[in-house]
C-alpha cells in the first residue's frame, strides 16, 4: 500500500494545479463562481484520496478526471433541474468509520459530498476553518457555508417537522 501524501505537498500541489482546475472548470460550466465550487470539490475529494495518489504518475491526472466529471455533472443538474433527493439511493462511497455508530454514519453519507467532506474534516479530522479553505484554496466562508448546510440537512434528518 502506498503511503499518503502529506498535507505539505498535497497543499503544493493543489496551489499549483489550482488555476488549471479552474480554467477546465469554467469552460465546460459557463462561469467562474460555478467553476470555484466545482474546483473545491474537487480538491476535498483529491483529499480524501490523498492515501491512493501515489498509485498515479501525477497528481495532475486524477484532478483532472475529476474536475471534468464534476462539471459536466454540475451542468447535467442544471440543465434538468432539482432532483428529489429523497428519491435518490444512499450513496455507496460513503466511508463507513468504525468509531461512529451506523445512525451517524448514514447521516453523513446522506450529506452532498462537499458537505459530508468538510464535516468530516472539521469533526472527525480536526482541522480548523482556515485549514480546511487552506486545503481546498477556498474560504474561510464558504468553508463556513458549507459546515453551516450540512449541521443543517442533518438537524433536519432528526427534525423534519421544523
Partial sequence: MSAAMTRSSFESEASRLRPV???????????????ADVVQETLLKMWFLRHRLADYNSFDA???????NLSINFVRRRAIGPIATDKLPEKAECERDESLSDEITAALCALPDTEQAVLRMKHLEGFETEEIAALIHSTPGAVRTALSRARQRIRDMYNPSK
Fill in 21 to 35: 482546475l479552474l480554467h477546465i472548470a469554467a469552460s465546460i460550466v459557463g462561469n467562474s463562481d460555478d467553476a
Fill in 62 to 68: 486524477p484532478a483532472r478526471v475529476i474536475v471534468r
